[in-house]
């Protein structure tokens, strides 16, 4: 999928700051504020201290979940899957990856590891059922790097049941490493219709606290408009704003895909815009 930023919040907000396990908050980690603002760092729920969840319940958090611990090794290196969060059009994956050298030595900084994720069976990148993206931050001292993956799919894909496989290609070592498991993440999740300022039907969106994705028919609108151009409104008709940055891929129909930073909850957004579209949330 070819990949436009909209904003650089991406990479500030999935940094990690620090390689290795970590039994405390890193001094500059984007750990999120609950209450009465105290940082609450959980060691043993890495994802939660790299993404907001101040808007979403305790309910939807657990729901949204999934505990995974699934280890693998290949060619001197091993790796811990360690946790899921997200709903059906994006998850976001904690990898934990210890080198059999440094990450300095290794070329690691300039030559990340390939991810994809595919359907069990599915053996290629072409089948892959999500775009995967990563980020991380290390010492290039330490062995050990814990990566950040966003797992995209345009379509509500990442659901219960979906059996799936994460492979890691590893081109310093020639590692080859793969984590299968089945989707139990419970997310709320919306598809609404996206109509054009005459009320023409011209296209879909699918909505969960994480993401939303979007493919319709060209408006004729500039792009960077309709991707700066996202409103979301509550059912008072006030704006929410789930600080997102936004993604394009261009083909027959227009896709975009906005990955909120701050997670919104499903049943609090009654209406989407984007530019000059818009759709009713049931």
């Known amino acids: 999928m070819k990949r436009i930023l909209f904003c650089l919040a991406l990479l500030a907000a999935f940094a990690l700051s620090a390689c290795g396990t970590q039994t405390e908050a890193p001094e500059d980690a984007a750990v999120p504020m609950e209450g009465d603002g105290t940082p609450q760092y959980e060691a043993s729920n890495p994802l939660a201290n790299h993404l907001d969840r101040s808007n979403l319940t305790d309910e939807t958090v657990s729901n949204a979940t999934q505990n995974l611990n ?26 934990e990856v210890t080198y059999p050298d440094t990450v300095e030595h290794l070329g690691l900084m300039d030559h990340a590891p390939v991810f994809t994720l595919n359907g069990v069976g599915q053996a290629t990148e072409d089948n892959s059922i999500a775009g995967i993206g990563s980020s991380w931050g290390c010492d290039p001292d330490s062995t050990t790097i814990t990566y950040l993956l966003t797992a995209e799919s345009p379509q509500a894909l990442l659901t219960p049941g979906q059996e799936v496989t994460l492979r890691m290609e590893e ?47 060209p408006t004729g609108e500039d792009i960077l408009d309709l991707m700066g151009g996202l409103v979301l409104l509550d059912r008072n008709g006030n704006q929410l704003t789930p600080n997102e940055s936004a993604e394009n891929s261009s083909t027959d129909r227009q896709e975009l895909f906005f990955i909120f930073y701050s997670p919104v909850m499903v049943d609090q957004v009654s209406q989407v815009k984007i530019g000059t579209l818009s759709g009713t949330v049931s």
Do not use: H, R
């Open 70 to 95: 699934l280890e693998a090794e290949d060619s001197g290196v091993s790796a811990k899957l360690q946790q899921a969060m997200g709903g059906p059009n994006l998850l976001y994956l904690s990898l």
């Open 171 to 217: 081109a310093a070592t020639g590692a080859d490493l793969s984590f299968s498991w089945t989707i139990t993440n419970q997310t709320p999740c919306q598809t609404i219709s996206l109509q054009d300022a005459a009320g023409n039907a011209v296209g879909s969106a699918v909505l969960s606290p994480f993401a939303l994705s979007a493919s319709f028919e």
